[in-house]
């Protein structure tokens, strides 16, 4: 039988993207404080993006500095979902003309 308690995930990583330079990593933790990454970020109704394996790649980097340019095409993707569950635009978001 599973256990369909919360688990402590194994690592957490927040991103910072202002829509003009790269995404920075603002945050970054394993176990206890990878929960309290993700408790605050549900309590700030902040997107998240389930990939265990982005996560572990993202952790290598340093809090404060940009993602490197071979992670941008993933982390636009998580951008991008993190907008469309939000409802949100992205800074200079113009709706197509019909």
Do not use: C, W
């Not at 952790?59 to 500095?65: A, L, T």
């Amino acid at each position: 039988m599973n256990d369909t308690g919360k688990q402590t995930p194994g690592v957490a990583v927040a991103l910072l993207y202002d829509g003009r330079n790269a995404p920075r990593v603002t945050a970054k933790g394993r176990g206890e404080l990878a929960d309290r990454i993700l408790r605050l970020a549900e309590k700030h109704n902040i997107p998240l993006e389930g990939d265990p394996e982005l996560a572990a790649i993202l952790s290598q980097i340093p809090v404060g500095n940009e993602i490197p340019e071979s992670l941008y095409r993933a982390i636009a993707e998580v951008i991008s979902f993190a907008y469309m569950i939000s409802g949100k635009r992205p800074p200079g978001f113009k709706e197509p003309e019909v």
